[in-house]
């Protein structure tokens, strides 16, 4: 149980800092990563650094909104007698926020992407989450 819980915490922290990293619009090196796997135009670089900055209160606001969920897990979990519940409750809050940070991020990457160049975006994500929990494991 306390693995899946650590496994679920650390893909949990390295999608949200990627997206509030990318929210930024400030981190020239994953753009320049970007542009070159998936042979971005400049206007495309543009376009989405300029949708990122438009979101990046709305990112700022949702770490805050998950360290506060975070932490009111852990205390939960560390009570004498855990409402279960309760913390299932704050685990789906939790979800729910990174779920809807996810698709806000997809539907940016969607309206500038062509479809092969998100799928490839999607194919990098992947490899990116896996290597970064079997990283964890050790």
């Known amino acids: 149980m306390k693995t ?3 496994i679920f915490f650390t ?3 390295f999608v949200l800092a990627a997206a ?3 929210s930024a619009g400030g981190d020239k090196e994953h ?3 970007l542009k070159q796997e998936l042979n971005l135009t400049d206007a495309q670089v543009t376009q989405l650094q300029q949708r990122y900055e438009a979101i990046k209160p709305q990112g700022q606001e949702l770490e ?3 360290k506060a969920l975070k932490s009111d897990i852990e205390s939960l979990e560390k009570a004498a007698s855990p409402d279960k519940r309760t913390i299932e409750q704050k685990k789906s809050e ?3 926020a990174k779920s ?3 698709e806000k991020t997809n539907e940016i990457y969607r309206s500038v992407l062509s479809s092969e160049q998100f799928a490839k975006l999607e194919q990098m994500h992947a490899k990116e989450k896996k290597a970064y929990s ?3 494991k050790y």
């Open 11 to 13: 893909v949990l922290a």
């Open 4 to 6: 899946k819980k650590g």
């Open 20 to 22: 509030v990293a990318v």
């Open 94 to 96: 939790l979800m729910s």
């Open 100 to 102: 809807a940070w996810k």
């Open 64 to 66: 805050l909104r998950v």
């Open 134 to 136: 079997e990283k964890k």
């Open 31 to 33: 753009w320049v990563k």
